[in-house]
């Protein structure tokens, strides 16, 4: 049963620190998602790759996050310095031929 | 930004009661998704349409794009306690994915 696995699934940490968050996604898909979930915005896409290669990125704040991948088991995502405004849930997708299965997410709070 | 809209934004009803939920957009898509997520989990994927007009059936749920392919909508028929949770559309262009802000469905036993 393929899934995509996040990790971890929760953290908490304080303003300032570097955070990052791990995302494995579902073998032979070539499409990979990082989405941000909150009570007010709802669901926002940060960024995505596909074969590993990051196409867009618009949606994330340049100047603190980050988004790699790097190889095809791997992406992460990355904030440095934290800011109490980043807590939400993470999630990510990974997707093939216009579809997109999620994996549980991370839930971040930063005090 | 190709913004949807959904509605309600809460529904509580009885169980074997029928529903509607809407997803709005003045921008066009090539397709449209539905999802439902429960809590703790990521939203999973229900069905996707793609042709304007469509309606395709999963058990007791109804899903319509709209003619235009701006809009569609989700009918729920006879609801159950199982149905409850968090139902997204998402608009599709160009592999990206649009979300609508979700209608949070609560059906009581």
């Known amino acids: 049963d393929a899934r995509v696995t996040q990790t971890p699934r929760h953290k908490v940490t304080e303003m300032g620190q570097e955070v990052t968050m791990r995302c494995q996604p579902i073998?032979?898909?070539?499409?990979v998602f990082w989405y941000r979930q909150t009570m007010m915005q709802g669901l926002e896409l940060l960024a995505y790759f596909r074969n590993r290669a990051p196409l867009d990125d618009s949606g994330m704040p340049k100047d603190r996050f980050s988004a790699e991948m790097p190889d095809a088991t791997l992406a992460t995502l990355k904030i440095q310095p934290s800011e109490p405004r980043d807590s939400a849930v993470y999630f990510c997708?990974?997707?093939?031929?216009?579809?997109?299965?999620f994996g549980p997410g991370t839930r971040l709070t930063v005090l | 930004t190709q913004l949807l809209e959904q509605s309600p934004q809460f529904l509580s009803i009885q169980e074997g009661e029928n529903l509607t939920v809407y997803c709005n957009s003045s921008?066009?898509?090539?397709?449209l998704q539905w999802y439902r997520q429960e809590p703790g989990e990521g939203p999973v994927l229900l069905v996707t349409v793609v042709t304007g007009g469509e309606v395709k059936k999963l058990k007791r749920l109804t899903f319509q794009f709209g003619d235009a392919r701006k809009d569609s909508s989700l009918h729920i028929t006879a609801a159950q306690p199982g149905d409850t949770g968090l139902y997204l559309c998402?608009?599709?262009?160009?592999?990206?994915?649009?979300f609508g802000s979700g209608t949070k469905l609560n059906v009581k036993p």
């Open positions: 921008s066009v898509f090539s397709s």
């Open positions: 997708a990974s997707g093939l031929r216009g579809e997109q299965f």
């Open positions: 998402a608009g599709v262009n160009f592999n990206k994915f649009y």
């Open positions: 073998l032979g898909h070539n499409t």
